[in-house]
């Protein structure tokens, strides 16, 4: 399980503009029964997270 381009990816959420590695642990992961697991703000609980790399 190793990345090879030393990229890391970074998720960004666009309520609050919260940053964090998009494979930490800093993010909530919730289950929405229409899309799946979703990314979850920490800060503000909003699910508009985007991922930047
Ligand atoms: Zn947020």
Redesign the pocket.
Known sequence: MSQTDGQQSVSR?T????EAASDGDDWENVESPSLGRMTS?P????TNVTLRR
Do not use: E, Q
Request: hydrophobic share 10%; net charge negative; glycine share 20%.
């Open positions: 959420c309520n609050c503009g919260f703000c800060d503000c609980g909003s």
